[in-house]
């Protein structure tokens, strides 16, 4: 059974980091593409951030270029999201998911979007007090 567990959420400070772990288990996605995205209770679910199969390319939403990085270790099956900075506005719950397809390669309009992943997290909440 394939599995991304998210974890890392919690409660911090204006300016303060963070740093998520989504480990995946049941098959490698080291060359799959993968990303980030975040939901506010009755809000879409929304692109944070993406990585391309081969790691060499990343994309990310405006409002968090500059502040946030992710970042994989294939030795590990493990997708990160570093956050610093952070703000209020960054208060949501944070869900990683991964493409089924192998070494697949996008426009960079698709990574996105929410139909490209085939696989997701349970999600860790993320809190960021003023």
């Known amino acids: 059974q394939v599995r991304l567990v998210e974890s890392g959420g919690g409660l911090v400070q204006a300016g303060d980091s963070l740093k998520l772990p989504c480990a995946a288990s049941g098959r490698s996605f080291g060359d799959s593409v993968m990303g980030w995205f975040r939901q506010t209770p009755g809000k879409r679910r929304t692109f944070v951030a993406a990585?391309?199969?081969?790691?060499?390319?990343?994309y990310y939403a405006d409002s968090v270029k500059g502040r946030f990085t992710i970042s994989r270790d294939n030795a590990k099956n493990t997708l990160y999201l570093q956050m610093n900075n952070l703000k209020p506005e960054d208060t949501a719950t944070y869900y990683c998911a991964a493409d089924g397809n192998p070494r697949r390669t996008y426009t960079e309009f698709n990574y996105g979007q929410l139909g490209l992943y085939d696989y997701w997290g349970q999600g860790t909440q993320v809190t960021v007090s003023s």
């Open positions: 990585i391309s199969w081969s790691g060499e390319y990343t």
